[in-house]
């Protein structure tokens, strides 16, 4: 989780994107992690662990 947490503090999201309403994803591991940025903070939609 500490990893999770680390990757969305960089705010990985595209410079040009800025919808509140906008889904974003990223790889970690072995799962996927889904989020939204809302007032400079993200919120973790869903973890979607790989189905090896």
Known sequence: MA?????LAQ???????ADPDRVYGMR???MDVRFVV?????????IVPDRK
């Open 11 to 17: 705010d990985p999201r595209p410079a040009f994107h």
């Open 3 to 7: 990893l999770i947490e680390q990757s």
């Open 28 to 30: 970690i591991e072995d």
């Open 38 to 46: 809302r007032e400079h903070r993200a919120e973790i939609q869903e």
